[in-house]
Each structure stands twice: as C-alpha cells, then as structure tokens.
C-alpha cells in the first residue's frame, strides 16, 4: 500500500533561527516542568502528552454511538439504528457499535462499560483535571442505558442487535443502514452466564460511578446487576454453547471469570459479605485458577477479578480482608504484575523486541493496553496503601517499576516504536490513516446502501474522515504496521481497546494515588 508523505515546507534562514530558539526555550521548560512534578524519575512519564492523548482517546466512543445523537460533536456523524429494538418493543437505539462494523455485540460492549467505569472510580479526578470526566461519564451512560433496556425481565437478556453475516456483507454509513436488525436474547432455556454476568458487572460498577449524581438512576443499575447476577448464576452455560452463532467473533472460553469478576462488583457497590463468599468459597476453588497469571481481555476477566480483589486486601477493613482466599487473589495479582515488569525473573517473553506485549496477531494492542492499565491501577494501590515492594520470586520491586512497565507500553503506542507511529488515530503527526471503520471510510456527502459502499473499502485514498480516538489492532511482532484498509487484522479499532487505553492514560496524566474506597 502506498504510503503518503507529509508534506513540508521549505524555510529561510530566519524562520530557522525561530525554530533553534523555539527549541531551546522548549527544552529550558521542559526541564523547570519536570522538576515541579518533583524527583524527575522516569516513572512520570510526560504527564502532558498522555492528558493531550487522553482528550483524542476519549473521541473515539462519540464516534461509536448509536441512536439520536442530540449533543454530537463528530461533523460526519448523525442519528442512526433509531428502531433497534423494536421488535421486541423495547429500545435498543443508543449503545455504541463494536468497531468498523455496525454490530452491537453485547458481550464485548458490557466490557468497555465495565473497564470504563473502573477507570473512572480510580481515575476519576484525573480525568477531571484533563477535562474528561464529564465526556466520559456520558459515554458510559450510552451504553448502560442501552444495557437496561436489553434486559427487559429478569430472565432475559438481550445480548445482540444485527445479523453478523448481514452487517458484514454491507460497507456502507451507519445513518444509511437499511437490513433488518434482528435480536438475538439468552434466556433461561439458552442462558449465557458470561454475557449475563459481564452485563451485572458493567452495571454495578456504573452503580458506583453515578451514585452520587443520580440516585435514582444509580439504582435502577444496582437492581438490574443483582437480578442478572442471579440469572447468570442460577442458569449456568456458555452463551456461545447456547447460541452457537455467535462463534465466530465473540466466543467465549467460559463463564466462571465473568461470575467471579461480576461478584467482586457486586461487593464494591453493595459491600454485602454474600458476594465476598461467593468469590471466596467454592466457585474461588472452581474458577479462580489461582497462581496462574493470564492476560486481561474482553474474554477474559479474571486478572481484573484479581486486581479488583486485591483492592480489597489493600484498603478493605481487617475482619473481610483477613481471609485465605482473598489473599490468594492478590497473590494471583502480584504474579500478573511479576509477569509484566521486564526485569522480573517470571517476566513474560510475549514480547515484542522493543518491549510492547505482544499476544496475538489479531487486535494485537488489547493486550499491552489492558496489562498496563491493570499494573498503573496495582502500582497506585501499593503507593496509597505504602506497600513499598512487590516480590517476584526472591526480587524486589517498587510501585514505580509498575509505573515504569506502563509508560514504557503508553509510549509506544503513542509513536515511540520502530514504525515511528501513533497507533492512536488523531495523535501525532503520523498515524494510520486507512483505519478498518465504515463510518470513516465513506464521505459524509454519500450515502451509499448496503452494497455500493464497497467502492470505499477499495478506494486507495485515505478516509475522508478521520476516525480521531480509535486504536488500531496494532503491529505484528516483528514490529511493522500495514496501513491499509482491508487490514481488519492490524487496522480495525474497537470500543474496549478504548475503555483500556483511556483508563491507562488517566493514570498516567499525573503522579497518582487512588480513593480508598469507592463507596
Ligand atoms: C430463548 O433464547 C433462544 C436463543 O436466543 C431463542 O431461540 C428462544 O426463542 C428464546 N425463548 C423465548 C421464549 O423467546
Ligand atoms: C469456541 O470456543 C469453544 C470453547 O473454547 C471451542 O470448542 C470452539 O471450537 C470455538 N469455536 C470457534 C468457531 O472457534
Ligand atoms: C478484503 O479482505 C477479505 C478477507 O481477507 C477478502 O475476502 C476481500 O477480497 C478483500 N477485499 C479487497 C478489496 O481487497
Ligand atoms: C512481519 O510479519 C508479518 C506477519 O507475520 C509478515 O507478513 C511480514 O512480512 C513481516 N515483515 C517483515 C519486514 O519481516
């Protein structure tokens, strides 16, 4: 694929002279700045650059809505999907579309509600301070009033609004969507307890996020997470053992991650001892998998389970804190955090030769986001709670070691890598410019239907428009980037590697240290 140089233009000698002095007097502020943010130890990072990445990052869920889009602020956005739902009589508009297609899959979207509002009950004052806080809260509300709506009696959930196979036989705008959007629900003859419990997880983590603006809208979260907890637990089977179509994009491993990662929710928001017995009893034995690190993603919850308990063990009060199995999650936690830090004898070798995590070929930036968003949220709980050193096996580490692993893994997505690119649309000045989304991909003028669309999937000019906030998949592991639009494998951005991205750079838009409790 043709790759388009920026263009520059020729300068004179006393423009050259500007440039030096800029220059000079950028460096002589950059040193003051650094030393009123105190030590000067790497483990800052460049609290402005990841505030500046933060506001494009947070774009990219504006850009994702359904539904009438009363506040929009995207030019080349408008009202669409306006009668999801309706067959079924309910209203499934808004939410937000997975990624460059316009799927709403239920499973994934309750996770970049989930990790969203997680990044807002640790991060929220730091989002405030960069002004985000309120784009964020709205964002989160888009898609849990959506998660409401589909989940109209206690035993039904609906989990997905289009047909796949359709949707992915169309290139076309969101506004000029015209197939049937067909419903899909899990029930309690085709139950799907991870759908259902990362649905009660997204909704009582919100509980926590809006409980102190809007009560009566925080409880009705809080009452929907307690019924579709129970529903999840009661009826146990894998959603996509139940409904077999939904395989081939959003299968899913199991349903024990979501039970216990929705408990510790549940416990967060109500502080009830049942939900702390739940993830410490038997289903702790049966699912917990302890002292085997894994990595987090939309799939799997349970690295989340173990940071989110570990809060627990850090701030929590003696008598629920003192229990074996709770230190057994942070203990899995701490093996998490010991698998990231390079320098750790248990590191992990899924990596790329300059140090990003590296995991699979498909979305392949999930994964290096969502760990280090898990090691700045670890490595704040140590620093608040005093906890100066995290042991790997014999070796001592800080919180800054934590803090340093996540920078390293910021920085590279914002460009510091051998591709010299930000893998986050909007930032910087080179960034993949033929981003997997169909909204971007097609003017704003047109308005193509299902089939004539495609002519822009092929076109080799860059979207016209720019898909600002969206993270790509990511490089392969020799570290190259193939910017090209029929590349959904590299190219194509989704909403939870934004929950994750926005959460790693709120942590890291100011030395940090968290709230003790969420309540
Ligand atoms: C229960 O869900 C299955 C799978 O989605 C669906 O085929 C069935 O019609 C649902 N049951 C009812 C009573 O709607
Ligand atoms: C979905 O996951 C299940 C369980 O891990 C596996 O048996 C099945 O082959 C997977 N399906 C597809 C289409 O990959
Ligand atoms: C895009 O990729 C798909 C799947 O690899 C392929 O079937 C299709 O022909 C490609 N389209 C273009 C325009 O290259
Ligand atoms: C990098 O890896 C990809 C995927 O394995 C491969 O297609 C590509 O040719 C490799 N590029 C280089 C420069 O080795």
Redesign the pocket.
Known sequence: MKQRKRSSSGCCGWFLVIIVLAGIAFAVFAVLKHKTWGSGSPALGDPKKYSDALKIAMQFFDIQKSGKLDENQIPWRGDSALKDGSEAKIDLSKGMYDAGDHMKFGFPMAFTATVLSWAILEYGDQMNGAGQLEPARNSLKWITDYLVNSHPTANVLYIQVGNAKVDHGCWNRPEDMKEARPLTQVNASYPGSDVAAETSAALASAYLVFKSTDSTYSSLLLKHAVQLFQFADKYREVY?ISIPDV??YY?S?GYGDELLWAASWLYHATGEATYIDYVTGENGDDFANWGSPTWFSWDNKLPGAQVLLSRISFFGSKEVSNSDALDKYRKTAEAVMCGLIPKSSSATSSRTENGLIWVSEWNALQHPVASAFLAVVYSDYMLTSRTDKLSCDGDNFKASDLREFAITQANYVLGNNPMKMSYLVGFGNKYPEYVHHRGASVPGDENPGCKDGFKWLDSDDPNPNVATGALVGGPFLNESYVDSRNNSMQGEPTTYNSAFIVGLLSGLVATSSVVQSFA
Do not use: I, L, V
């Open positions: 996509s395989q081939t299968n491993t």
